[in-house]
């Protein structure tokens, strides 16, 4: 083994240990504000060192919002907060060009940056707008840009959308377009707080003091820890098993159980192997592994494929749980690819 | 910066590492999987064997497998076999450990980072962490030793394999008939194990695989007929396929009878003791000459004891004394002494003691420091040619022959050339004797098992009284009806209401193939009544009916017919095609139950 091949080495193993070091300091800092919400909190900070966006979607006053605050807060990035309502426009979300008067008095049109122009970008109750208006996302969240009036700005990176949005049946939503879903990384479910984390809700947030996050990281080191994340390696077998999991969505796929032939009219798009591989990737590391394993892409399954899962009429009636679905694809799967010897 | 080396390991050392832990899990695999394997067939195997078995002992219609260890050895054989050859690569195997050790496809993914051309960092790195949990592979914590449900019905089928073969018939599935066949059983067993028992030492000692094994089987069935666990019928059937194995031992060892040698020996043997009382008379004179009064005395006993000396242990003795007294007066005992003692163990049947007697006398003479006189020389060569001489035409020819050699050696005073030819002699007559004691053990045996099977014919009330004679196939032999037996006329053919002729003709074939009748008074049908169960005779005549078909005394057209019909007897039911003979034409019932008078 040469010197560099050593260094090489001890350099990965070094930023894998800062990478561990981050996401704890960052969980720490996050569970000082925010109470339970493990999971969401794990896949956030998944998705946010893997540069992808999240949906979070839950019943409103669970937190959601608190959470990506203070996320930002303890990441020292720019937080901006876009409440998104029906009469919301386009405009109002990506910045627009406004005529600019200066001290001699001649006058310019100038952009005037949208909240967009943030790196966490908290997209409050995202189904509330109209569909036009969420489309103005879609270009930011896919090339981390925007064009207005002709001219391309780019965003600054990181750029992350935390989407939130109430159930889809309650009254005065616009459900999300397909395409726009798909540019979520993770689609993540708020779940109500037990009895116990409602009596420590109560406890931190009915005091003198609020309590508040620290900063963990600046923007550079999420920017290369993000990096150092793609550098980690996927065996063939596991990369296999993440693609005939994304195969087994689509009713037509080998490995399809029956469900999912029932109930299903598109299955998920190779975005979502991609974000399982990805996010397999930040949870190796932060599991202290440098390889992805087949429980890590399992995983990141739920989140990854739920909303890029399109159910056709039947399973809509029969208000089927696109999760159901995607465990029963795991489990005849896992049967089927199982690798051992017969003793 | 500064990199401690130490704390790496190179992609060499780690394929190494990781390989050679592999190769290791693999072989433990292996082993798992023979194991696990020869389970599964060892419960098939013992599965079929109970069921076969099973029904063999209710129904006694099929012959009990020879030895149900052999088959499954073979599958266990086979399993191994199959193990051995299982495809077992490095990635299927690091698979397996990480999924049972949970190792997160820390070792998968190494293996698929080792055939990397030049790995990155991270791969590096992610080798490295694979070695770190090598130490946590150990073959039998990824593959533990469990007694698993195949394992469970293995030990399953094995005991119900064992209460079969071991456990006695219950009383509840016979009938009162099958009952008193059982104890008849018991009866006959008690009455040959001491016998059989010894036909196993000898053949034990015979070293002739073949014969222990009929030995063996011949004790087994003993045992089985002992316990209970074996029905009559097909100990019976039993006892006739072991006597044909036997015949055919018989007839491939082809023993020589050492009848003749015996003979001839006879007076070789009276000579040798002659011989020696001469010696011991010679000694006598040379002790009075010297004044030894008591050596005198002591030798004209041992010349008077020569002269009576029964076997060659006693000769021996007597060579023995006459030596030391021959040392006594300063002279020495002539080796010619020695066939002395072989000429009477010959004449005595007690052929391992003219063997020995020789040994020790090619001993003597291939010794660097043997001197004899130009006498002694000629006497023993005289009496080696004489010894050959008797034994010139007898079955120990080849001892004959080498004996005849040695004494031409002896007249020209090559002592080593006469012990070769010695030695010669005796490895010939040792291994001619081993084949007699073969061909007398299975002999012995075949007598053995034609005694059972005689005494299972038995009617029961003659096993009783042990005084009945055998009833079996009229084939002439030790087989006659008891003139009053009183059968259980079981199996009676019924008779023919008919005043018929009273007279029939028998007809058979002599050995040379010539034909023969003979006519007897009163119809056969009306004389005497079946006493015997047809079960108990169908296995001689079907196989007289087989040897018939074979010698070709049944026209070729007509041989189908006739085993066809031995077969739907032995299945108990009429052949379909089976037309009754010409002769019993007359006699519906000779077509049903075949009379074995």
Redesign the interface.
Same mark, same amino acid.
């Given at each position: 083994?040469t010197?560099w091949?050593?260094?090489?080495?001890?350099?990965?193993?070094q930023e894998?240990g800062r990478f561990r070091r981050l996401v704890d300091g960052l969980r720490e800092q996050v569970g000082r504000v925010i109470v339970g919400m493990d999971g969401v909190i794990e896949n956030t900070l998944i998705a946010l060192l893997a540069g992808g966006h999240v949906l979070l979607e839950g019943v409103p006053g669970l937190g959601k919002t608190l959470l990506v605050r203070t996320l930002s807060e303890a990441l020292d990035l720019d937080f901006a907060r876009i409440q998104f309502t029906p009469d919301l426009m386009p405009a109002d979300i990506t910045g627009t060009m406004v005529l600019w008067e200066g001290p001699g008095g001649e006058r310019e049109f100038q952009f005037q940056h949208g909240p967009i122009f943030g790196n966490v970008v908290l997209a409050d109750e995202v189904n509330r707008a109209t569909p036009k208006t969420q489309s103005a996302l879609l270009e930011a969240m896919q090339e981390h840009s925007v064009s207005v009036a002709g001219t391309t700005h780019v965003l600054d990176e990181p750029f992350l959308v935390f989407a939130t949005q109430n159930p889809i049946e309650m009254e005065g939503t616009y459900p999300l377009p397909e395409a726009q879903l798909d540019r979520f990384l993770f689609k993540v479910r708020v779940e109500f707080p037990s009895l116990t984390e409602l009596h420590e809700i109560m406890n931190r947030t009915t005091g003198v003091e609020m309590p508040h996050a620290e900063k963990v990281a600046s923007r550079e080191e999420i920017l290369s820890l993000a990096a !150092?994340a793609r550098?980690?390696? !996927?065996?063939?077998?596991?990369q296999q098993f993440a693609l005939r999991l994304l195969l087994a969505t689509h009713p037509e796929g080998e490995d399809a159980p029956e469900a999912v032939r029932q109930f299903v009219r598109y299955g998920a798009s190779p975005r979502g192997a991609q974000a399982m591989l990805l996010s397999g990737k930040v949870r190796?590391l932060m599991?202290g592994?440098?390889?992805?394993?087949?429980?890590?892409v399992k995983a990141s399954a739920l989140p990854a494929l739920r909303h890029r899962i399109g159910l056709n009429f039947e399973g809509q009636a029969e208000e089927i749980d696109p999760d159901d679905l995607i465990r029963e694809a795991i489990e005849g799967l896992e049967a089927a690819t199982?690798?051992?010897?017969?003793? | 910066m500064a990199v401690d080396a130490s704390a790496y390991v190179s992609l060499d050392a780690a394929n190494r590492a990781l390989r050679g832990r592999l190769s290791r899990l693999r072989a433990w695999v292996r082993v798992l999987l023979g194991a696990r394997l020869a389970m599964m067939g060892v419960a098939v195997g013992a599965g079929a064997l109970v069921l076969l078995h099973g029904y063999e002992r209710l129904y006694g219609v099929m012959h009990p497998l020879e030895d149900a260890v052999f088959p499954l050895l073979v599958g266990c054989a086979a399993a191994a076999l199959v193990a051995l050859i299982w495809p077992l690569p490095d990635r299927l195997m690091a698979a397996s450990a990480d999924r049972r050790l949970g190792l997160w496809d820390r070792l998968g993914t190494a293996v698929g980072l080792m055939g990397e051309f030049y790995p990155s960092g991270m791969a590096r790195a992610q080798i490295n962490d694979a070695v770190r949990h090598l130490s946590e592979l150990t073959p039998w914590r990824a593959y533990p030793l469990r007694f698993d449900r195949r394992a469970k019905v293995m030990v399953g089928c094995l005991a119900l394999l064992a209460v079969v073969e071991l456990a006695p018939i219950p009383p509840l599935l016979l009938s009162a008939r099958e009952q008193e066949e059982q104890a008849e059983l018991r009866l006959v067993a008690q009455e040959f194990k001491p016998a059989v028992e010894e036909l196993n030492e000898q053949a034990d000692e015979a070293e002739d695989e073949e014969t222990d094994e009929a030995a063996k089987r011949l004790e087994r069935l003993t045992q089985r007929m002992e316990r209970g666990s074996v029905t009559k019928r097909a100990a019976l059937l039993e006892l006739a396929e072991l006597g044909d194995k036997l015949d055919r031992l018989d007839k491939e060892i082809k023993p020589p009878s050492l009848k003749t040698a015996r003979v001839a020996a006879q007076q070789v043997g009276e000579r040798g003791r002659e011989e020696l009382a001469k010696r011991a008379e010679e000694l006598a004179e040379r002790a009075r000459k010297q004044g030894n009064r008591e050596l005198e005395k002591q030798m004209r006993e041992a010349a008077e004891k020569a002269r009576k000396a029964a076997n060659a242990s006693q000769m021996r003795e007597l060579g023995a004394e006459l030596e030391q007294a021959a040392a006594q007066t300063g002279t020495m005992l002539a080796p010619a002494a020695v066939l002395d003692t072989v000429a009477v163990a010959i004449a005595g049947e007690e052929w391992d003691e003219a063997l020995n007697a020789l040994g020790d006398l090619q001993e003597m003479l291939s010794g660097d420091d043997i001197e004899l006189t130009e006498e002694q020389a000629r006497e023993l060569a005289e009496r080696m040619e004489e010894l050959a001489e008797k034994l010139k035409d007898t079955e120990l020819s080849e001892l004959s022959e080498c004996l005849k050699q040695a004494g031409q050696c002896m007249r020209q005073g090559d002592c080593q050339g006469a012990a070769a030819c010695l030695g010669q002699g005796t490895q010939a007559a040792r291994s001619g004797l081993g084949a007699a004691r073969l061909g007398e053990g299975v002999a012995q045996m075949r007598a053995a098992a034609d005694a059972a099977a005689c005494a299972l014919r038995r009617p029961a009330s003659a096993q009783s009284q042990q005084s009945g004679q055998c009833i079996g196939p009229d084939d002439g032999s030790q087989q006659q009806i008891p003139p009053n037996a009183e059968g259980s006329a079981l199996y009676a053919p019924r008779e023919t209401p008919v005043d018929a002729t009273p007279e029939h003709v028998r007809s058979a074939v002599r050995e040379g193939g010539e034909s023969y009748a003979s006519p007897t008074r009163g119809a056969p049908d009306r004389v005497d009544e079946s006493r015997v169960p047809y079960y108990e005779v169908i296995g001689d005549y079907s196989r007289a009916a087989e040897d018939a078909l074979e010698r070709e005394e049944v026209p070729p057209a007509y041989r189908g017919t006739v085993r066809q019909y031995f077969e739907s007897l032995e299945s108990g039911q009429t052949p379909a095609g089976a037309e009754p003979a010409a002769g019993d034409a007359g006699n519906p019932g000779a077509s049903e139950e075949p009379s074995d008078d």
């Open positions: 083994m010197e091949d050593q260094m090489a080495q001890r350099r990965a193993e894998a !150092v550098e980690v390696p !996927v065996a063939d077998h596991v190796a599991g592994r440098f390889n992805v394993a087949v429980e890590d199982r690798q051992d010897v017969p003793v | -």
